[in-house]
């Protein structure tokens, strides 16, 4: 073990003249980052390419995924040296590196705007590619051990990822699951919600859709019909999220609370692109009557919106809205803060998207994702 004084820079560490690859900060003792240069890095993932990853712990494995993301969106380390390395992963089972990977890839999305379907698209490909094996040992409808919470929570993360992204096997297992729990049958807590929202976001036709529809309209305990919601707002059938809206309006006589009005539209603003358009176009045809019928709660809900595509594009949609006259004054001034706190995502996609669009061969954003169902 080495440490280094505050007075010191740098340290010069001898290498066996064999040594092609050396890993720092061992098992993560240390709270800081490694950077290693590209000849390293270049040579750690062949490494990461042997049987038993060459020895490399998991700990370690977990600690250059995530190094290595940070450095990224820090533009030290090119994406595509990223994502080469990652490739390792079409091996790897283990929990702690996946959740390193997991929590960067949301990173990514988060920042990706919407209007960029085909990198989306892309990088959602590439990720089932890598996640494929790591799903055969834990699939969605794999029995839990007793207590085993590690299991649990492995199986519930893996599973949640793969049918969102529509891997056909996760969405295959998924659905006799699903068809038990319509007849009465339970499933494992800790899967049902992926379960049940994979099922309906990923369907055929709308039969699932039209039973949640028909279990929101029997229910009679608020929390079950809020949940109810959360699973039909999985939907990107335009017609099933049409229906969801129109429930929202003051004449509705299936909606059971106002504030399932809210839920709705935030759950359909945080489900997909896909349904945020069609959310934002439905707000500005009904805005004097949906700011009549939720008064400020309508105003969080359009500042979600703006906060989720936060581009002039979309900003200017809304800025031209004509706006009722009981509107809040300083809405603008909010939209115009969301904004501006909102500039590094959108320097990053500004920063990134030459090299990212190199790496996967994009010529013209001229594919929806949501057109696309990954595997199909």
């Known amino acids: 073990m080495l440490w280094l004084s505050p007075s010191e820079q740098r340290a010069i560490i001898p290498l066996d003249s064999s040594d092609s690859w050396v890993i720092l900060n061992n098992q993560q003792t240390g709270f800081y980052r490694v950077m290693y240069d590209d000849f390293l890095l270049e040579n750690i993932s062949k490494a990461l390419q042997q049987p038993n990853f060459d020895g490399i712990s998991e700990m370690n494995r977990a600690q250059i995924v995530n190094d290595l993301f940070s450095f990224g969106e820090g533009n030290k380390t090119k994406y595509s ?3 080469d390395l990652l490739d390792y992963l079409k091996n790897e089972v283990d929990f702690l590196p996946w959740t390193a990977a997991f929590s960067a890839f949301l990173d990514i999305f988060n920042n990706i705007s919407v209007y960029e379907s085909v990198l989306m698209y892309k990088i959602r490909v590439y990720l089932v590619c890598l996640l494929e094996k790591v799903y055969t040992t834990i699939p969605i409808n794999a029995p839990v051990p007793d207590d085993n919470q590690y299991f649990a929570m492995k199986q519930s993360t893996v599973s949640e990822w793969a049918c ?5 096997s996760c969405l295959e297992d998924a659905r006799p699951l699903f068809e038990d729990y319509k007849h009465g049958k339970t499933i494992n807590s800790h899967v049902k919600y992926g379960v049940l929202c994979n099922c309906v976001r990923y369907a055929a ?3 699932y859709f039209k039973f949640f529809v028909e279990q929101y309209v029997k229910s009679e305990d608020d929390e079950e019909q809020k949940y109810i919601i959360s699973i039909l707002t999985c939907t990107q059938d335009s017609d099933s999220v049409q229906l969801l809206l129109n429930w929202t309006l003051n004449n509705s006589s299936v909606l059971k609370a106002i504030n399932h009005g809210v839920e709705i539209y935030i759950d359909l603003i945080f489900s997909s692109p896909h349904d945020l358009q069609l959310t934002l176009q439905f707000i500005k045809q009904n805005i ?11 105003y969080d809900v359009i500042l979600n919106m703006v906060d989720r595509f936060p581009d002039k594009k979309n900003f200017d949609q809304i800025e031209d809205w004509k706006m009722p006259q009981s509107f809040d004054p300083t809405f603008h001034e909010k939209i115009s803060k969301i904004l501006k706190d909102s500039l590094p995502r959108l320097d990053w996609i500004k920063l990134h998207k030459d090299e990212l669009y190199n790496y996967y061969d994009i010529i ?3 594919v929806d994702f949501y057109d696309v169902v990954i595997g199909g």
């Not at 969102?164 to 056909?168: A, D």
């Not at 004097?288 to 309508?298: I, S």
């Open 164 to 168: 969102r992204l529509g891997y056909p």
């Open 288 to 298: 004097e009557v949906l700011v009549k019928v939720y008064g400020k709660e309508m």
């Open 205 to 207: 036709n709308d039969s």
């Open 81 to 83: 040296m990223i994502f």
């Open 364 to 366: 013209a954003d001229s």
